[in-house]
């Protein structure tokens, strides 16, 4: 079966005023959809189609024959993670398990916020900055391009799209404030706890 692009897990202006409608729909529906539509172009007839995601973006990763279906299969999972990152009503102070992870292995949520901002305002050019899950610590990493945390067997938590056509329309080069408008509105902490807990 081909991959297929998942429904955003939210209306199309969920995101207002911190994301436009506009910008989510080219986001999903040209950007993301691009990426399954690649991917299915290439795993086509290969033993990789009908495998799980995951799975296509693991079994790629580091080969070199195999670099354009990886680069699609990642940013296809990367988007599919970054959705559900992201909730109407998100963001500011985390709860649960995660909040006390943070607070123990941060120092608390300012500090955990600055790093956050920091890793994905530094990311030369595109990229994605995450919150993961290494081992038992908690970590913030950024990646270039289509690397994904995933492929180096560490769960991610949660993660923020700093390619230009995340922001470009709604922030113009202003990727700082579209970031820490991310952290502190639209972070999804029950989506970091529910990673954390099958971690
Ligand atoms: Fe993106």
């Known amino acids: 079966m ?8 939210y209306s199309i202006d969920a995101l ?27 795993v086509a007839g290969t033993e990789l189609a009908g495998k799980a995601l995951e799975e296509v973006v693991r079994v790629t990763a580091g080969k070199p024959d195999r670099s354009a279906i990886h680069q699609n ?8 993670f970054y959705w559900r990152s992201l909730a109407h009503g998100g963001g500011g ?51 270039p391009n289509e690397e994904s945390p995933l492929a180096k067997g560490v769960q991610p938590l949660l993660t923020i799209d700093v390619w230009e056509h995340a922001y470009y329309l709604d922030y ?4 700082l ?3 820490h408008a991310v952290i502190d509105y639209l972070l999804d902490w029950e989506f970091a706890n529910a990673n954390l807990a099958r971690a």
């Open 73 to 80: 299969a990642s940013q296809a999972w990367n988007h599919e």
């Open 2 to 9: 081909p991959f297929s692009l998942p429904d955003l897990p």
């Open 16 to 42: 207002l005023p911190f994301i436009s409608a506009e910008t989510l729909a080219l986001h999903h529906g040209q950007h993301h959809a691009g990426y399954v539509a690649n991917l299915n172009r290439l």
């Open 93 to 143: 102070m985390p709860h649960g398990d995660v909040a006390t992870r943070i607070a123990a292995e941060f120092g608390g949520h300012e500090r955990f916020a600055e790093h956050f901002a920091q890793a994905a305002v530094s990311q030369f050019g595109s990229g994605w900055a995450w919150l993961c899950l290494r081992g038992d610590r908690l970590e913030i990493v950024k990646t």
């Open 177 to 179: 404030e579209y970031v």
């Open 172 to 175: 113009r080069n202003r990727r």
